[in-house]
């Protein structure tokens, strides 16, 4: 009986066994990157921020919400108008102030409410303006309709953006380091500054230039001024906050004023043209004659949607990254699926509509998050930690305890926007010089320049090493020709981008854009060591915000389990590590939607010492002072 009941659960024992033996494979077994799960990265991107959607409302009850509105308002509007005047010039008068603003409004309304991370700013960027006059310049001389070849270029744009959001493409931003966002920053800081002196070129050389420059300069002068202040000990707090705050709106208010002083008033200033309100710049009606084009230009316009989509699946998402950088204490997840899929929604309204496409904006997306962090006073740690640190008194530091993340400040600027599109204010619009906006132009470049971390690196080689401090990030990597070779690469990377975008094959400019990735992943490693690129490369957003995407790569040698992780791939046990693939394969609770939570509950008190979002290489000391609004 022993032997017939071994002989009868034997066999069946040894098949249960192996098929324990073959799910637990297939269980542990990382997904391969051509398993694609339809539409797994945008139900997990609305499941895990959908708790927060109320809250997104109700945490605007914030001060900090008053001045980033009125701040991303102008910062948003002002370029925006300048990249109006520049289509408006090289299009033949398709593009003008009253599609770009509305363009400007279609982004601002569609993200604020429904997308996934509402801090992004969405509008008309300088690469989007760059795309569609090169686009004229190549169609036109076919006899080609161009409104109607850019809505077909937005429709095809619309089913690739929806194809990447459903085949979960945003996994690949695991790949996007500092290396390629800091490239591309660089990139869009110098096309506001180009775009400055080509704005003062138009002048001749008469009096009119020569008072359009002085004021660019003046313009430029005190919104700088203004923000230094701002960080500077002198002064009180809220003397300091306003001007830091205001000062740039009220620079561009107060010189539009200035030229109808004196003798100025007698010298004639180009101005921004401006059309009626709510029409569009040219004599057409606003939904766009798309069945006015020969079949073969459908499908000439495809290859044209690929670069499109190409170009703002890149800079999209990296002004998402950077919005969402590691130096920002934030508490709510991000989406990535979910936005590229509203992302090609409004590219298709623009295109039906013959608005510019608005995308993610930088230097903007950033500015607004950091419009929004809260603040307080520390002394600072090199100083604190110096053997004459104790003589040297009143150099402090500014800790970020947490981000006001809501939605209304988006949305607030942009219906501040649309009312902008109305009659009375667009009188007021075509009273601002131009010399204004070249000097707008020149101060967001600047800034731009100034957070770069190409700008950094440089400043830090040329730096008297007897004066940097001991503690520098930099300072920790072995081989000094090491640093001076990434810079290199970076600066021959920027060069050969604003190369190409200065010839017709600009078009072609987001293929080389987004080449830097693999670059990044599979070269530069043969080159430098772990230890080099974890300390003058790192992940763009911190691994709370990387979860949606399974995790980061690249990271900091050192610095805790955050680093750790980062360095080895970025994921956690219980996160997938499959490109394409958007969540656990047990299909439990994902470890982004357990950061989530903690995050939700982790307490931002004032007075906080340690912060998951913060980007910890760069902590101050204690606590100096009280907690800045």
Known sequence: MAAAAAAATGPGSGATDHRSMTSARRTNSPPRWWKIHPFRGIVNDIRRRAPY???????????????????????????????????????????????????SVLGAVVFSIIACQPLVIVGVTGPITVFNYTVYDIITPLGTNYLAFMCWIALWAVLLHWILAVTNSCNWLKYVTRFPCDIFGFYVAFIYLQKGIQVLERF?????????????????????????????????????????????PLTVVFFTGFVHLGRMKSVELERLPTSRPFFPTA?????????????????????FAILLTILFWFDHNVSSLIAQGTEFPL?????????????????????????????????QAPFHTESLCVTRVEVDADEKNSPEGAEAKGHYTYKRTHVVEQRVSNLAQG????????????????????????????????????????????LFL??????????????????????WAFVAVELAGFGATFAITQTIAAVGFPVFIFALIPLRTLLMPRFFTAQELGILDAPTASPF??????????????????????????????????????????????????LAEEGRTAGFEKGEKKNDGLNHRTLGGRSGGDDER
């Not at 008053?66 to 991303?72: K, N, S």
């Not at 990535?336 to 090609?344: A, M, R, S, V, Y």
């Open 462 to 483: 040329l730096r008297d090493r007897n004066l940097t401090p001991a503690g520098h990030p930099l300072s920790r990597v072995r081989r000094r020709g090491a640093v």
């Open 331 to 363: 508490r709510k997840p991000a989406g990535f699926h979910w936005d590229i899929f509203l992302l090609g929604l409004t590219t298709g309204v623009a295109g039906i509509l013959g608005l510019p496409f608005p995308n993610g904006l930088i230097p």
């Open 204 to 248: 001749g050389d008469g009096a009119p230039f020569y008072l359009s420059l002085s004021v660019a300069l003046l313009v430029f002068a005190i919104a700088y001024i203004c923000g230094e202040l701002g960080k500077a000990a002198l002064f009180r707090h809220p003397v300091r906050v306003f001007l830091k705050d205001y000062g740039t």
């Open 415 to 458: 219906l501040l926007t649309l009312g902008t599109a109305t009659g009375p204010l667009l009188v007021v619009l075509h009273l601002i010089p131009q010399a204004v906006l070249a000097g707008l132009f020149f101060i967001m470049g600047y800034q731009a320049l100034e957070a770069n971390g190409i700008t950094a690196k440089l």
């Open 53 to 103: 959607y109320w809250s997104d409302w109700i945490d605007a009850w914030d001060y900090r919400v008053v001045p980033a509105t009125v701040y991303m308002y102008f910062a948003n509007i002002l370029p925006a108008l300048a990249f109006s005047l520049d289509m408006f010039t090289k299009t033949n008068m398709q593009y003008g102030v009253n599609e770009v603003l509305l363009a």
């Open 283 to 303: 004599d057409r009606p606003w939904l766009v004659e798309l069945w006015d084009i020969e079949v073969r230009e459908v499908f000439l316009a495809l290859p």
């Open 545 to 594: 915000t990387m979860e949606s995407v399974g995790g980061a790569y690249g990271g900091a040698v050192d610095g805790g389990e955050v680093d750790r992780r980062a360095r080895v791939g970025g994921s956690s046990e219980d996160t997938s590590t499959g490109v394409l693939a958007g969540e656990d394969e047990a299909g439990g609770r994902s470890s982004g939607e357990r």
